[in-house]
């Protein structure tokens, strides 16, 4: 059987055997070699890209691989069978998702901005930030001949001494360790758990001098995964972390990946994905960073679409794609870290912001109530922009939600140099009219290269081309200039920066099927906002302000978004940019016993439109396909210099 060698940028090499005529992909999935593949393998995304530096594979040519880099060896994974044994370099950018996990201090002012308002935004509206969680230190008599009460007894007595507690729990996986702990500590011990209805749930024993009490917050995206560990005491954030979701090389949209899962073995395969390869080392990090003892997290907290929900419980997903669309759970009490093998204390309650329907799930409950919508008169329009774009619009009298597939674009994907909102991402735009050269903002210390775009990239970089007239009002390059070159094929790209001035020296450009394939997705968020205004019989006019939520950059240039006719033609003072709102919700949930009840009370009162069966979507969607719009009337302040 041929062997196939993958030489991993920044990690061991990984060698594996396999049939003549395998798939490169699939070995490497096989292998669990974490190469990025949003569109699953089927060769149009062209993110798979590999190097063979030795032996032979079939390979096909793709649009994604130009004739020199095809002579310098550079394949794509989903389009290459292997003949024989061969060596094959997966480059960084192939699997960023994985190897560009971070860890951050939150030192940024926007960072730690997003959860103060979040906080400060729950207690104007009478949430309290408090919950049952506590550490107590507590000395024992040690026993003896004369004194031979049980340890559990000796136990119970100082924690309800301690504690206030009328009885006191001691789950199994306490009583197991509760002999050695004791008599290694001398009977001096910090004891960790929960006080609820008069009755303490031990949950840790530890040494005296180990007095962290930690949650985590998590927001499992389709794309993107980020968390924050906080002290459940202080509600102090210790650490903040993010990776690309691992689920990605299975698919780069839900679909996908519950097709996946109803393959053999494929429960197991996307749960580990998000489990195993995803979550676990973020959580390693953070307590790395953080010096906190995995088992000292009691609570953890998850916001996360439906379809993410079912995957990361190993739940079957199938339902949720066919008629009538009904999920397996929205909410669900009485998950524990252990029950999912999070290396968290296995007895940690893990928190699921409850779901509205298929495509609206706990990502947007969990925003919502981060966003305050409930608690106001305004009418206010909430935008989650990501792979699925959702959208909630009301006030504390009514709530409407619906969802949209906008595609991965917002995230990077479905851009052939688009990544996630990371070091090296361009996040930020301005084209100079008349020279068409750009200006960039690469997130990253000074001095950073640029690798890709981000989401926020993408809007100003697609914009500009439209206001400098580079652009039609159907994406395609109208003007002539050092930086617009064509292909052989007669494609139109942009050159954003050259191969000297990439992080990859790689060309970084964007083309006319990136800007066709944003087009489409700035449609579905606006189509979808205007079926949403529809149904309630609202006009544009009638909303009061418009929060945009989404981990796509630091910021969005509402204007620009306008321009191009992603968001409604109304005040840009009306717009807010709120970031990682599901990941500010979750943190609320973790921290606040109250802010969980209202969440409940928020998901039970939200009502949930079907786009796919609402009878004018569709129109309005294919008239959102053009910059900005078939109807100009509606973006009169949208503008392109001629």
Request: aromatic content about 6%; overall charge negative; proline content about 4%.
């Amino acid at each position: 059987m041929p062997k196939v060698i993958f030489q991993i940028e920044g990690a061991s090499e990984v060698a594996v055997e396999c049939g003549v005529g395998s798939n490169l992909l699939e070995v490497a999935r096989l292998a669990n070699v974490a190469i990025d593949a949003p569109c699953s393998g089927n060769g149009s995304c062209g993110k798979c890209r590999v190097k063979l530096v030795g032996g032979e594979l079939d390979s096909i040519q793709t649009r994604h691989i130009s004739d020199e880099e095809y002579a310098a060896g550079w394949r794509l994974s989903c389009s290459s069978r292997v003949r024989g044994d061969c060596t094959v370099f997966v480059p960084d950018i192939a699997s960023a998702y994985q190897s560009r996990m971070k860890t951050a201090d939150l030192s940024s002012p926007k960072e730690i901005a997003i959860f103060e308002a979040c906080e400060a935004q729950l207690r104007e509206s009478g949430i309290v930030f408090e919950n049952g969680f506590r550490a107590v230190t507590v000395t024992m008599d040690e026993p003896s001949l004369d004194d031979t009460m049980p340890d559990d007894e000796r136990l119970t007595r100082v924690v309800q001494d301690a504690t206030g507690a009328e009885t006191v729990e001691i789950p199994y996986a306490v009583m197991v360790k509760l002999a050695t702990t004791l008599r290694e500590n001398n009977f001096h011990v910090c004891v960790k758990g929960e006080l609820k209805n008069g009755t303490f749930r031990c949950m840790e024993l530890s040494a005296p001098e180990d007095v962290t009490i930690a949650g985590c917050a998590i927001d499992i995206g389709t794309t993107t995964v980020t968390m924050v560990l906080t002290d459940l005491v202080t509600g102090k954030i210790l650490a903040k972390g993010s990776s690309g979701n691992g689920q990605i090389r299975y698919g780069a949209d839900v679909i996908n990946r519950i097709i996946e899962q109803g393959k053999p073995g494929g429960k197991k395969k996307l749960q580990d994905a998000i489990i195993k390869e995803t979550l676990s080392p973020i959580i390693a990090n953070l307590c790395k960073t953080a010096k906190v003892n995995a088992r000292s997290i009691l609570r953890l907290s998850v916001g996360a679409n439906t379809t993410m929900n079912h995957l990361f419980v190993g739940v079957d997903a199938q339902s949720v794609r066919m008629e009538p669309y009904i999920p397996s759970f929205f909410g669900w009490n009485g998950l524990l870290a252990g029950d999912v093998h999070l290396p968290a204390n296995p007895l940690a309650p893990v928190l699921i912001a409850p779901n509205i329907g298929s495509y609206v799930g706990g990502d947007i409950t969990a925003g919502t109530l981060a966003a305050g919508l409930w608690d106001k008169d305004e009418m206010s329009l909430f935008i989650d922009l990501g792979t699925n774009g959702e959208l909630v619009f009301g006030n504390r009298d009514f709530m409407m939600s619906c969802a949209c597939s906008a595609g991965p674009a917002f995230e990077g994907g479905d851009i052939s140099c688009g990544m996630r909102a990371t070091d090296g991402a361009i996040e930020a735009c301005v084209i100079d009219k008349d020279t068409m050269e750009p200006s960039l903002s690469v997130i990253g210390d000074p001095g950073q290269k640029p690798v890709g775009l981000c989401g926020s990239g993408i809007i100003d970089m697609i914009s500009e081309l439209f206001r400098c007239g580079i652009i039609n009002a159907k994406g395609l390059f109208v003007r002539q200039g050092d930086r617009v070159k064509h292909d052989e094929h007669g494609m139109g790209r942009y050159v954003i920066a050259c191969p000297e001035e990439s992080e990859t020296q790689r060309e970084i450009s964007i083309n006319e099927v990136d800007i066709d394939n944003f087009i489409r997705a700035k449609a579905a968020i606006f189509s979808a906002i205007a079926t949403l205004l529809a149904s309630v019989d609202m006009p544009v006019e009638a909303i009061d302000h418009v929060y945009v939520a989404g981990g796509i950059g630091s910021g969005i240039n509402m204007k620009n978004a306008v321009n191009i006719g992603m968001f409604p033609d109304v005040e840009l003072e009306k717009f807010s940019y709120i970031g990682n709102s599901s990941l500010a919700g979750a943190y609320a949930m973790v921290q606040s016993d109250p802010a969980n009840e209202k969440l409940a009370e928020v998901a039970a009162n939200m009502t949930y439109l079907e786009l796919s069966t609402h009878p004018g979507y569709m129109d309005s969607f294919v008239a959102a396909c053009f910059l900005p719009h078939t109807d100009a009337s509606l973006f009169p302040h949208s503008r392109q210099e001629m």
